[in-house]
């Protein structure tokens, strides 16, 4: 089964609105992480947001947040009032355990074009 | 920080040749991460190391492809007698022990086959 599933392979938003792109994991461990990275065209992966399988809140950085549903293995991101420069690809990771884990599981991103 | 950077930006090399890629993660980061990334496509995993041990290699990792990290500082990955289908972004990676922190990416290294 795949560990990371985004299943919006392009999204499209207009500038100044709100858009949220799908991220599911599958894990058995209890403890965890998910990741959000912003891959330009320019091609270097930018980190973007962190989730902890224990955080009660969802994570929030500016304009990102992580809307959070463990329950539904979910890690959806919310990227409120879109600019321009949103416009990339971005990718839902995973990182299993809490010391002896062993690699990142990344997901096949989502293309977000943001309109003018 | 200076952040994780590879070199080169660009290989172009024939069929068939032999290259190596380098990578200098953070210096703080005993992880080490190496992926392949083709276009519209999530980044692969290849390889990883902790310290200088080589802890896990992928089973897409053929016997062409050899990585090492002699003192648990800065990667070498070397490619042998590639093939077209080597043709990918390279992307080395690093980061600390814990759950909560992120892998921090260099900015690839693009590797064309004619």
């Known amino acids: 089964a795949q560990k990371i599933t985004q299943t919006q392979p392009g999204m499209f938003v207009q500038e100044k609105e709100a858009v949220t792109l799908d991220c599911t994991y599958d894990t058995s461990d209890q403890s965890y992480g998910l990741f959000w990275y912003k891959q330009p065209s320019s091609g270097e992966m930018i980190f973007l947001i962190y989730q902890g399988s224990y955080d009660e809140q969802n994570a929030t950085e500016g304009r990102y947040s992580l809307n959070f549903q463990k329950a539904r293995k979910s890690a959806n991101l919310v990227i409120s009032a879109s600019q321009l420069g949103d416009s990339a690809m971005y990718f839902c990771a995973m990182r299993e355990g809490e010391y002896n884990f062993n690699k990142f599981y990344f997901g096949s991103g989502t293309k977000l074009n943001v309109k003018p | 920080d200076t952040g994780v950077s590879q070199d080169p930006r660009h290989k172009i090399t024939k069929r068939g040749q032999n290259v190596t890629f380098r990578c200098d993660p953070i210096?703080?980061?005993?992880?080490l991460y190496w992926y392949r990334q083709t276009l519209g496509q999530g980044p692969e995993f290849l390889t990883y190391f902790q310290n200088e041990a080589q802890l896990e290699k992928s089973r897409l990792l053929s016997d062409r492809f050899s990585a090492e990290r002699p003192k648990g500082s800065f990667s070498t990955l070397e490619i042998q007698r590639t093939e077209q289908g080597d043709s990918a972004m390279y992307l080395c990676a690093s980061s600390g022990g814990f759950s909560n922190q992120p892998q921090h990416f260099g900015d690839g290294t693009r590797l064309s086959i004619l």
């Open positions: 210096s703080e980061h005993n992880r």
